[in-house]
């Protein structure tokens, strides 16, 4: 018996899953960056990567549509629901149908793809040099087998959730990167920018395989029987989030032909950019929205609206004091950052500059974003799809005002920020949506915290920025210099930002990572 299967009262147990979640994210996303880092050093900034970069965004975009947004919006608390009614036979006879269903419309989207991979590199990319545009062709058709992976790694995700077996989830996104960590070094000699795709396909069906010993107990086999209930209450659930989702896979598929028409490298850097701002994000608001879902969701159903308010507080003020200071760390460092992980081989120091400038525009978004995350899955949790499928296509026409008025003049970087636009005005219309339905969350020092939080990061980033510069001079240029200079950089900023918060009152931070969601619980549960 795992760590996450152990019998416990569900807030202890929602404080392992959220320690779990957040173990694995920090793994899933430490290699990830060394994933990048590879593909940095092998790969630079070249057009070609850029056209594998948006050959690769297809698999996800139709992973997002068609699974992830199920996913927290449907299918786990509809299997929550039947995870918690003995006995399972009837479980299995819902995720044999849905896991069936998904299979087939992902295998159908397969063919689809081989069929149609040219005139849909037409429509993604818009690069002047017309073997650009084929790499992009021959990148789709190669990476496609990995739709029917995601689905199924998705699907299965829900599941486990569902079952409280975290453990299973948590090592499947490092397993993921490894695809492209062991494929790039053995095929990019022969292969060329080819190597990616194969590496995205069989990190893939790793990440499937690594789950699967999750489905213990759990008699699974091919079902049609999709006019089952819960199968029509998920789908019902989830056709508000897949209109929404429409409009979102049509902002992502503008955004990268825009992209791609400002010049064959500025995929390239947005995507190293984003994957540092994915860093942060998936260490705290990913890890304790999906670890809070289930917890909500049961307060939800119980109409215990004191215990979801303070669960809900508790897991904004975490955010905050936790996403504030990675905000205005990872703005100072983005330079000595960017240097250590991507400028060696190929990436030069033209291309650490364009990155940077991208990151900071991301990093404008990145504290609407992570409070984003706890405030959609508070509608999930009372299986409210529908609103926060509106907010999203609303924020969409944010980012395509922004985008029209920016990308002339600031070209690719005009996007960037027409994306943070676009994750201020979700989360500014989440938060007045949340009150008025639920109130204010059952903590009383939630803008305290706020307050003291963006105060103390701000002493921080001025220290950084003061302190950066010498510890440059004197350090050594190479990896070893520019890892010192961000590790003595990283736990001085640390070491600060937890001195100021403690001096302003704000004394609970150790505990809060520590205990995190058991203290949320704790204090709203029955």
Request: hydrophobic share 55%; charged share 10%.
């Amino acid at each position: 018996m795992t760590m996450s299967d152990a019998p416990a009262c569900p807030e202890s147990g929602l404080a392992r899953s959220a320690s779990i979640l957040g173990l694995g994210n920090i793994a899933s996303r430490v290699i990830g960056l060394a994933r990048e880092s590879i593909i940095s050093g092998y790969y630079g900034s070249a057009g070609e990567l850029s056209a594998f970069n948006l050959a690769a965004r297809v698999p996800t975009m139709i992973y997002d549509l068609l699974v992830g947004g199920m996913l927290s919006a449907a299918l786990v608390p509809v299997f929550s629901d039947y995870a918690r009614r003995p006995p399972r036979e009837e479980l299995a006879r819902v995720v044999s149908a849905v896991f069936s269903l998904i299979a087939i419309v992902m295998a159908g989207i397969v063919i689809l793809l081989e069929l149609f991979a040219a005139p849909l590199a037409g429509l993604l990319g818009d690069f002047e040099d017309p073997a650009l545009q084929q790499v992009l062709t021959n990148s789709l058709r190669i990476i496609s087998p990995a739709v029917i992976f995601f689905g199924l790694s998705g699907a299965v995700t829900g599941l486990l959730y569902a079952l409280r077996r975290f453990s299973y989830t948590a090592v499947s996104g490092a397993v993921f990167n490894l695809g492209i960590v062991f494929a790039v070094p053995l095929l990019a000699s022969r292969l060329g920018v080819y190597a990616l795709p194969i590496g995205v396909v069989g990190g893939s069906l790793l990440q499937l395989a690594v789950m699967a010993p999750g489905l213990r107990g759990i008699a699974l086999r091919f079902s049609a029987a999709w006019r089952h209930p819960a199968v029509r209450r998920v789908l019902r659930l989830y056709l508000p989030i897949a209109l929404g989702l429409i409009i979102t896979q049509i902002q992502i598929i503008v955004d990268g032909r825009w992209a791609s028409a400002t010049g064959s490298q500025s995929v390239s850097w947005m995507r190293y950019a984003t994957t540092l701002i994915q860093f942060p994000l998936g260490l705290v608001p990913v890890a304790v929205s999906l670890a809070a879902l289930p917890t909500l969701s049961r307060h939800a159903a119980q109409a215990d609206w004191d215990s979801f308010r303070s669960v809900l507080g508790r897991g904004l003020r975490l955010v905050l004091l936790l996403l504030l200071p990675a905000t205005a760390g990872l703005w100072m460092l983005a330079a000595p950052v960017i240097r250590l992980l991507f400028e060696h081989g190929v990436f030069q120091s033209a291309d650490t500059a364009m990155t940077v400038r991208a990151l900071h525009l991301y990093l404008l978004g990145l504290p609407f974003a992570g409070v984003d995350f706890l405030l959609n899955y508070t509608f999930y949790a009372r299986q409210n799809t529908r609103t926060p499928a509106i907010v999203g296509v609303i924020s969409v026409g944010f980012y395509f005002v922004a985008a029209l008025l920016l990308k002339g003049p600031l070209g690719f970087l005009g996007l960037v920020l027409a994306d943070s636009v676009k994750q201020a005005a979700h989360a500014s219309i989440m938060v007045a949506l949340l009150l008025r339905s639920v109130g204010r969350p059952r903590d009383e020092n939630l803008l305290a915290t706020f307050v003291r939080a963006a105060a103390a990061a701000a002493v921080m980033a001025l220290a950084l920025w003061l302190l950066i510069p010498p510890l440059e001079g004197a350090l050594p240029r190479g990896v070893v210099g520019e890892a010192a200079v961000v590790a003595v950089a990283s736990a001085a900023g640390g070491a600060l930002y937890l001195l100021i918060l403690r001096l302003l009152g704000v004394g609970e931070l150790s505990a809060l990572v520590a205990g995190l969601t058991s203290r949320l619980t704790r204090r709203g549960g029955s």
